[in-house]
C-alpha cells in the first residue's frame, strides 16, 4: 500500500503562486508514476501533471507554461509549481501515485480569487 500526504494549498490571487508538496509512504518501489489531479465542484477529477520513473512528464493544456511538476526520490516527494494561477485553476488537488492501482492523497485546496 501507499500512502500519500499533500500539503501547500491555500488562498491566492490571481496571478501569484503556490507550491504544493505530497509526501509518499509505504510501498514505495512499487510505485510507476505521481501526479496531480484537481476537482473543482460539479467538475469531473482531470489530469493536471504526471511525472513517471521514467520518461516525460505531461501536462493538462490548460496548465502548460505555467505549472511545472517535480519529483525527489530520496525524499519520496513531489512538488507541483504553480505560477500565473488564474481562478479556474480553483480546485481541490489531489495527489497521485500509480502501482497496479491508483493511490490518492486526501487532497488540498487551491482557491485562487481574482
Known amino acids: 500500500q501507499v500512502q500519500l500526504v499533500e500539503s501547500g494549498g491555500g488562498l491566492v490571487q490571481a496571478g501569484g503562486s503556490l507550491r504544493l508538496s505530497c509526501a509518499a509512504s509505504?510501498?514505495?518501489?512499487?510505485?510507476?508514476?505521481m501526479g496531480w489531479y484537481r476537482q473543482a465542484p460539479g467538475n469531473q477529477r482531470e489530469l493536471v501533471a504526471r511525472?513517471?520513473?521514467?520518461?516525460?512528464?505531461v501536462y493538462a493544456d490548460s496548465v502548460k507554461g505555467r505549472f511545472t511538476i517535480s519529483r525527489d526520490n530520496a525524499k519520496n516527494m513531489v512538488y507541483l509549481q504553480m505560477n500565473s494561477l488564474k481562478p479556474e485553476d480553483t480546485a481541490v488537488y489531489l495527489c497521485?501515485?500509480?502501482?497496479?492501482?491508483?493511490?490518492w492523497g486526501q487532497g488540498t485546496q487551491v482557491t485562487v480569487s481574482s
Open positions: 509505504g510501498n514505495i518501489d512499487s510505485i510507476n508514476s
Open positions: 497521485n501515485a500509480m502501482t497496479w492501482k491508483h493511490h
Open positions: 511525472i513517471p520513473s521514467y520518461g516525460n512528464t
